[in-house]
């Protein structure tokens, strides 16, 4: 399974940018989609954005908002949040999934171990 690690979380305030990172290591031959869900206090872990054939994916909460991003190497996967909202606080997760799966917090491989952002309104 493919190791990640989440960096970039912090307070800011509504209107706001933020840019989360995230480092895969360990990949295997196996192909992966790499994605962010997000979960706030006493929530479901719902899903924010993730890689797709033809282009990234997003849920409508944040279409227009937020941009998924890679480097060349395949190693680093970006969420880049603009125009943050409250309802944006939660801490956010990279996830990993096979190219055969869905994103639904079921089928995710690996999860990196979470970065809070919180946004102040």
């Known amino acids: 399974q493919v190791q990640l690690v989440e960096s970039g979380g912090g307070l800011v305030q509504a209107g706001d940018s933020l840019r989360l990172s995230c480092a895969a290591s360990g990949r295997t031959n196996s192909r992966y989609w790499m994605g962010w869900f997000r979960q706030a206090p006493g929530k479901e872990r719902n899903f924010v954005g993730g890689q797709n054939w033809g282009g990234p994916t997003y849920a409508d909460s944040v279409k227009g908002r937020f941009t998924i991003s890679g480097d060349n190497t395949k190693t680093m996967l970006y969420l880049q949040m603009t125009s943050l909202k409250p309802e944006d606080t939660a801490v956010y997760y990279c996830?990993?999934?096979?190219?055969?799966?869905?994103?639904?917090?079921?089928?995710?491989?690996?999860w990196g171990q979470g970065t809070q952002v919180t946004v102040s309104s």
């Open positions: 996830a990993a999934r096979p190219f055969g799966s869905s994103w639904s917090s079921w089928d995710i491989a690996s």
